[in-house]
């Protein structure tokens, strides 16, 4: 079956959920291998602009970097090998997740903006979970500058600075 490429130099909305809605990460040592899967597969290949590791389901905003084909390809095995370990340690077998990893190009700026927001507030709008200080997010790491894989600056700079992107999270929070 053929994947379809993301297009260098490109901005999409990554994300799935697991088959039948069940979860896909059980414990924080699921997300940190996650975490480091998606470094290991996707370092220098994409550039990330925001993420969020629910229970069920994940977000990735990214840059494409590298070429297409070779992009893709590095989803689909990084995809692959954490549903390999996760599978082994939790002793089940079958597809993890619901089907390809879904994918939705961002076609303007003002939408950029607004899906970094989005992804950045899913612990809250899914389960009511401080967005603030939710472990498995980006907002967190932006705000405290401490996360490699992350495009902070460029993160800023599309918000104008970190009291903006700070100020439009609060106001969207309580819309």
């Known amino acids: 079956m053929k994947l379809e490429t993301l297009e260098k ?8 959920r697991g088959i039948n809605r069940s979860n896909i990460f059980s414990n924080a040592q699921n997300r940190e291998y996650f975490l480091k899967q998606y470094r290991k597969y996707l ?4 550039s990330t602009f925001a993420y969020c590791l629910l229970q069920n389901h994940f977000h990735f905003v990214v840059r494409v970097e590298g070429e297409s084909k070779e992009v893709t ?5 990084f995809f692959n090998s954490y549903a390999k ?9 079958g597809s993890l997740f619901e089907k390809r990893f879904r994918k939705i ?5 003002k939408y950029l903006k607004q899906l970094i927001i989005y992804v950045n507030l899913n612990p809250q709008i899914h389960f009511g979970e401080d967005f603030k200080n939710y472990s498995y997010s980006s907002y967190k790491e932006v705000m405290n500058g ?17 009291v903006n992107f700070q100020e439009v999270h609060d106001i969207r929070r309580l819309s």
């Open 85 to 93: 370990a996760f599978n082994k340690a939790e002793d089940r077998s």
């Open 43 to 46: 370092s220098g290949k994409v």
């Open 105 to 109: 190009k961002v076609d303007s700026e």
């Open 73 to 77: 390809q590095s989803f689909s095995n």
């Open 146 to 162: 401490s996360f490699s894989i992350l495009k902070t600056e460029e993160i800023l700079n599309i918000f104008g600075d970190k």
């Open 9 to 16: 130099d490109c901005y999409y909305h990554i994300y799935n």
